[in-house]
Structures are given as structure tokens and as C-alpha cells.
């Protein structure tokens, strides 16, 4: 049963141009959490997902980032016309249903995209 | 002020201590998780705590809900222990959240 997958690993992007995270929960699970750890910062919520619904948002900065679920293939996050300061490492998480007690989360490895 | 604190920020220690990192954490929760971050590696989640203490190999996790605090030990550390270590509270709306990681090394 492999874990999390997160995919590319490394990501380099000039400023301006897109980046498309994604992350393939494990298998069973219908609940992704993503997060961002900038440079010498701890990690940061930034969006809860189920299948095909956002559940909350609330940590999603308003411009340019988006987060989607769909019913088949992986949870994508998306960052259009990247800056500099979107450079970080972004992880996700996955759990097999909304987060009660004894239902752990799964991390990935997370994708470092540096933006040039 | 964050919701999690954790100390301390930095632990250097010789091979074969005790360490222990700690976690206080403001806000109601449902679970405590322990995470393991290498330098340029991804997550690992060591624990997740609701009560009591929990073991695995060398590493021991308690968890005070009246207190609001938490310890991770290891006991009997080695080189390779040497990570981030993160303290992160599930709160309420299921959201996580984290403490800023303590840096451990470990000499040989």
C-alpha cells in the first residue's frame, strides 16, 4: 500500500508561469489537506478537500491559488503567475475520513517548488 | 502568538541520551500529532495522541489534555534520531495546526 504521492518532488518555475502540485492520497482515502512551509517558517494549513468539494479554504491565500479534488486522479493544487515568495515546500496529507479522534493523517514527502 | 509552542527550538546531544522535546498547545483538541522531518526529506508522522502515552521502539509520547501539553522522548538517541521534530494539534474544524519544529542533533 504505498503512501502519500506527491509529485514532482522538485519543481523550478519563472516568475509568471504556473505551478500544478499534485498529490495522490492513499488508497481508501477520501480526504486531502494541504500545506505550505516556507523558508525557515513552520507548516501552514491551507486547504481541506474531499472528493469533488473544498471543505475549507480558509488558509488559501484569495489571488492565484486554487485547489481541486476530483472524483478520479489526484488532488492538484495550483498556483498561477507565481512570485518568488510562493517558493516552499508544499505537503500534503490524506486521511481515510474527516479527522475524529483515532483517525491519523498520512504525509507526503512534499513538492519544493522554487520559483526563479 | 501561535496556538502551538514548542521547545526547545534547538537540541544538540551526545549519542546515548535522553531527549526529550515539548509541545503546549492554546487551542481545544481532538488528537496530537508528532512529526519527523529530515533535512530535505518529507513528513513522517511518528504519533498521533488523543490520551495517555503511547510507545514506539525508542520514541515515547505522552499527552496531558488537562495540561495542554505534550512530550516526545527518545530514549537512547542516535545519529540517524537527527531531524526536525514537529508538534501539530488537530483543533476544531479538523484543521492542523503546527509548531514551529525543534532541530535535533545527535553526535556521534
Known amino acids: 500500500n504505498a503512501g502519500v504521492m506527491q509529485n514532482p518532488r522538485h519543481l523550478v518555475r519563472r516568475r509568471g508561469q504556473e505551478a500544478r502540485l499534485r498529490c495522490s492520497p492513499m488508497?481508501?482515502?477520501?480526504?486531502v489537506y494541504w500545506y505550505r512551509q516556507l523558508p525557515e517558517e513552520g507548516l501552514k494549513f491551507m486547504v481541506y478537500l474531499q472528493k469533488e468539494n473544498i471543505i475549507d479554504e480558509s488558509g488559501m491565500p484569495k489571488e492565484r491559488f486554487s485547489a481541486e479534488f476530483p472524483k478520479e486522479g489526484p488532488s492538484i493544487l495550483r498556483i498561477q503567475q507565481v512570485v518568488r515568495g510562493d517558493s516552499a515546500a508544499y505537503f500534503c496529507?490524506?486521511?481515510?475520513?474527516?479527522?475524529?479522534?483515532?483517525?491519523?493523517?498520512?504525509f507526503g514527502q512534499g513538492t519544493r517548488l522554487t520559483v526563479v | 502568538k501561535n496556538e502551538v509552542e514548542q521547545s526547545p527550538q534547538n537540541l544538540t546531544a551526545q549519542e546515548g541520551e535522553f531527549i526529550t522535546i515539548n509541545c503546549s498547545y492554546s487551542?481545544?483538541?481532538?488528537?496530537l500529532h508528532w512529526l519527523q522531518q529530515h533535512p530535505g526529506g518529507g513528513i513522517v508522522s511518528l504519533f498521533m495522541?488523543?490520551?495517555g502515552k503511547k510507545k514506539h521502539g525508542r520514541l515515547i509520547a505522552t499527552i496531558n489534555i488537562q495540561e495542554k501539553h505534550s512530550s516526545l522522548h527518545i530514549t537512547a538517541s542516535h545519529p540517524r534520531d537527527s531531524a526536525v521534530y514537529i508538534c501539530?494539534?488537530?483543533?476544531?474544524?479538523?484543521?492542523?495546526?503546527f509548531g514551529t519544529g525543534t532541530s535535533l542533533t545527535v553526535i556521534p
Open positions: 487551542v481545544g483538541i481532538s488528537a
Open positions: 495522541l488523543s490520551s
Open positions: 501539530a494539534v488537530r483543533g476544531p474544524g479538523n484543521q492542523f495546526y
Open positions: 496529507a490524506s486521511s481515510p475520513r474527516g479527522l475524529r479522534p483515532n483517525t491519523e493523517a498520512f
Open positions: 488508497k481508501g482515502h477520501s480526504h
